[in-house]
């Protein structure tokens, strides 16, 4: 019996729907050693499988994401010395990021009424006029409470950290309208909003002592600039047809959606392995498929985004000079090579697990050097600076490959959820009304899947995990004596 089953194709430009046989969903791994290696892929990839200005236009695109508060927190160790709350600033700063998502908040409760279009352009105006002050206010300080604070850093760190937060839930939704093959560009830009900021405070500061080479105003100037090119970028793509050959028409090519297939992606067959039994028909399996990602995904907020930014002045400036820069930087530079790396190489589920055992154990070791300081057993050494830069290195890189894995695995799992069950009765629901409902965790899962509402609900859930970890570690650093700067 043959029935129209539509597909996924992350090699393949051209989709459509035409008949196929249910029994062809079954995985064939032998047939695993036909698939293209990684440099076919990269030669597939240049050629056929995408637009290059588009995937250009993504990264930049993604760019946007996070620089302006990638960009703070890579001038931190530059002037941590000139801030009233020395080393304690990193906690203040990811305090301000996790409350800004307030941004999200609102998006979410009035999305029906902003376009995707107007929300896009919002959030790159507020980052570009928050960095603009930033040039005149961000060494503007105030006495609350008999103690000087850095007022007008953290308010326009704050108003920059708002639009960052809501890049979480307006760009998935926008991107979800194009090919799959474009999520490597909007993560790789991503991670050049990390790794931009530090190769300019690595040319603003090189030798890593009070000398700079152009100034804390000139840099947040630069900043803006950055933000202006992704908005140019978010224009151009904007103006895409809907019914170009880069857009997500949901038509997909059957010949991909069998694992046998040489045209399918070493993540598609993984996936398709998992859910080929019905991931959109049936609840259960929906859930399955669903719930240890986005229990990953919280875990991986919280540690990202609330516990190894709090704690890593306090693990690595005690082992020397030069280590708060490198391994804030390292990091950020890293990320998105990557995130990249997800394209020629997709992990399974157990994989990704276990890489993440690996990444957290490196984040304890962080964790108990923060919390010996300022009497690590290395402090002062050059071997303590290059175990502690290695391993914080390597800890972002990990956190990042998973992270990137883990969100193309689901946004698969969206798609075909999406594509094989049709929408619920519910008409257009919104993602509050669905997440707050009686019905079981695994209708909800289900419900949010097969109604479009899986890319907005992944930004909002990493960024329920960073606020998490960023209340609990702000409350340890500035409310209990566990971790002390020495001075």
Known sequence: ETQSVPAICLHGLTWRTSPMRSNDLTADWEAEQARPNAFVRLKMFLTR?????TFLL??????????????????????VYQLPEGWNAASYLVLIVSASNIGPIIYILFQKWISLRVA????????????????????????????????GLWALSFTSAIADATTSVVFWPFIASFHHNYIPAIMLGE???????????????????????????LYWGLLAILLGIALTAFLFLDRIPNDSPERNKNEPDPGTLNP?????????????????????????????????NLLLLYWLGFCQNGVKPSILSFA???????????????????????????????PSRGWIMALSVVWTGLLIYLLIAALQSPNQDMAGTQTGERVVIVISTICSALIAFTKTATIRRLQMIHTVASASAPPTSDGNPSLL???????????????????GLLPTFLGVWIQFGSICGALIFYYLVNHTHYFSSGY
Not at 65 to 75: A, D, P, Q
Request: with cysteine.
């Open 49 to 53: 499988d995408v637009c290059f200005r």
């Open 433 to 451: 009304k669905t997440l707050f409902t009686s019905d079981p965790y695994s209708s909800r899962l289900h419900r949010i899947c097969v109604n």
């Open 120 to 151: 896009n352009v919002s959030v790159f105006l507020i980052g570009i006029i928050s960095m603009c002050l930033l040039i005149r206010y961000w060494d503007s300080f105030t006495s609350i409470d008999n103690a000087q604070r850095s007022t």
């Open 316 to 346: 690595t400036i005690p082992m020397g000079q030069i280590a708060y820069q490198y391994s804030t930087n390292a990091g950020l530079c890293i990320d998105p090579i990557f995130a990249l790396l997800t394209f020629f190489y997709a």
């Open 191 to 217: 991670g050049f909003s990390g790794l931009i900021p530090a190769a300019l405070t690595w040319i603003q500061n090189p030798n890593n002592d009070n000398v700079t080479i152009f100034s804390t105003e």
């Open 260 to 292: 046998k297939s040489p045209r399918t992606s070493s993540t598609a067959a993984i996936l398709l392995s998992d859910i080929s039994k019905g991931a959109g028909e049936n609840y259960a399996t929906t859930a399955w498929n669903v719930l240890p």
């Open 58 to 79: 993504f990264v930049l695109y993604g760019m946007g994401s996070w620089v302006t508060i990638n960009g703070i927190f890579s001038e931190l160790p530059i002037i």
